[in-house]
């Protein structure tokens, strides 16, 4: 590295269009990304914010870039050093924008540390018809933002242009309404997908999903109370308080008619399982969108937007789509797939799991998981096969008995005995679920890989040992 050409942080600095090349540096090194720029997995407008700069204190926030991999890959850009003299001068501030981070339990399994990303073992997630909190997957885009609830404000706004700010106490005025609701990332399950094809994302397992109560405000009477006109616009925004290297929040929007509908149940939440929301989950106020894709349901609630547009973040614009199987990273257009709203059908197998060594008890075995379908739809039964569909069992449902037809926002626990041959030491089990639209799982990944690892909800297939 010591024989490559030496560049001063202003020449550096000149560097920051696709016309003049697109330079960044990293510690010592200078590289030139231009044709990477719209490859960039995270969006070429997140990238492009350190053109012609130091990329050092935008990792210290996306700490999931200090991977070997993306270092190689950052290397093989690599066209010189910084200048020695700059090189001093160059020190990154050491502010360490994580030092907020709430202390978490140990049990969950940590899947990224910046941003936290965690999820609980299966079979702790089947346990309880209720997730516990400190058991319930987080995923944060961002460092988790502190708030004073004094010093909260939530900003209501029509295009941009704000109508309204109450602080806590006067949200808290509105009737306070209680649903229980799934919340399940985009990506539970990837990690399933992966074994496809290489894609970019978490490793999740499938503990990124919970099941809690959700008690707050509804946006419906927030929303009738600042008088919009449904009619006039297409989608509400939401915006969070995390905010990213540039000073922009997360966001995300979901369509109008399911923000004013009073029976979407769509929530401004205080309080989850009947304590005030943790720090990890949102404190004080997040969305709660029953039905929809983990994403939409926005924590650290700051502003209400009403539009004829979606949200312009990235994580509505290009992230958390679905592509066909043949999309690659050199064709994908984010721009023609719609944002993912209501999740598919989806079912797994959580206890046990997958190499797991399993007793026999009366000629059977026991098998747990859970089911969920999106938009509401009820799971209306569980398929389950130890035989690769020769035979089907039906698995006795566990499920929220106050839901009403087409609220069934909460998740189904299941569980099924199967008949097991003693002589076999390997069982392969598969589950499947149906839902209230007779929506039932894709058979493999195969047919359903993307990318980003998104809608994975292929039947699930382990295997386990019989104990001899
Ligand atoms: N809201 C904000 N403000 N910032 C975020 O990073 N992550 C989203 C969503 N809301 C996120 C957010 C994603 S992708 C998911 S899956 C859920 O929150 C996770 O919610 P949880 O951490 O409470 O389980
Ligand atoms: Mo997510």
Sequence with gaps: RKDMKTYTLEEVGKHDSKEKGIWITFGQGVYDITEFVDKHPGGPSKIMMAAGGSIDPFWMIFANHNTSEIHSLLESMRIGNISEEDAKSNKSDLYDPYANEPV???????????????????????????????????????????????????????????????????LKKYEKKTITAAVMCGGNRRSEMSKVKQLKGINWNVGAVGNATWTGVRLCDVLKDLGVNED???????????LDPSGMSYGASIPISKAMDPRADVILAFEMNGETLSQDHGFPVRVIVPGVVGARNVKWLSKINISKQESQSQWQQGDYKGFSPSTTWDNVDFSKSPAIQEMPVVSAICDPQDT?????????????????????????????????????HTADLT?????????????????????????????????????????????????????RGLLCNAYHKIKVQLKQ
Excluded: M
């Design 104 to 170: 978490r339990h140990k049990a969950l399994k940590i899947n990224g540390n910046k941003p936290f990303c965690a999820e609980p073992s299966p079979s702790l997630l089947v346990e309880s018809f209720l997730t516990p909190v400190p058991f319930f997957y987080v995923r944060n885009h961002l460092p988790v933002p502190k708030i004073e609830l004094k010093d909260y404000t939530l900003e209501l706004a029509i295009e941009g242009t704000t109508k309204k700010t109450l602080d806590f106490k006067t």
């Design 232 to 242: 006039a616009f297409n989608h509400v925004q939401f915006e969070g308080h995390d």
């Design 356 to 392: 797991d060594t399993v007793e026999i008890k009366n000629g059977k075995i026991e098998v747990k998981g859970y089911a969920w379908s999106g938009g509401g739809r009820k799971i209306i039964r569980v398929d389950v096969t130890n035989d690769k569909g020769k035979t089907w």
């Design 399 to 451: 499920e929220d008995l106050q839901a009403n037809e087409g609220r069934h926002w909460s998740w189904s626990l299941w569980n099924v005995e199967l008949p097991v041959d003693k002589k076999s030491r390997v069982v392969e089990i598969w589950a499947k679920a149906v839902d209230s639209s007779y929506n039932v799982q894709p058979e493999s990944f195969n047919n359903i890989y993307n990318i």
